[in-house]
């Protein structure tokens, strides 16, 4: 069972991260402002996760010196190849549909303003570049059911 602060930890963890890039997004800072607060979340970010490997380790050295049998790494390299593999069906086919989607919308944005009548037309068009991100989803899925 987890306990609060392990429920509660990564939230103020990822509000942290997230706080030098709130003005940011809201466009309040200059450019050299801009710059300093990024390379400061990026900082930030490798900072905390270094933090947590080091807490995750010694958390595993002091149950390790209680006597209990500690595995870190549970299960077989097809597991973890089919894990990966999962995740560069999600993460390629959502480039690919970021790319097509940036290639049709404005296409579609453009024969729609010419014309009120291509708007159904070009949505099509829009949709199907979407689609081939839910497809790499999908694939991701069954490959991670067959694996476990």
Request: charged share 10%.
């Amino acid at each position: 069972m987890l306990t609060f602060m392990e429920l509660v930890l990564p939230l103020v963890l990822i509000v942290l991260i997230s706080l030098p890039l709130v003005n940011v997004f809201r466009g309040n800072t200059s450019a050299q402002s801009a710059k300093v607060r990024v390379i400061s979340h990026i900082a930030m970010f490798f900072v905390i996760l270094a933090g947590v490997l080091v807490y995750h380790i010694n958390g595993a050295t002091a149950l390790a010196a209680e006597g209990e049998s500690v595995d870190l790494m549970s299960g077989t390299i097809a597991q973890g190849l089919g894990f990966i593999a999962a995740a560069l069906a999600t993460g390629l086919s959502a480039l690919g549909a970021g790319i097509a989607v940036a290639a049709a919308a404005p296409a579609a944005i453009g024969a729609f303003s010419e014309n009120d009548k291509n708007f159904g037309k070009s949505l099509i068009f829009v949709a199907l570049g979407e689609g081939v991100a839910i497809y790499g989803l999908i694939i991701s899925i069954l490959i991670i059911m067959i694996k476990l």
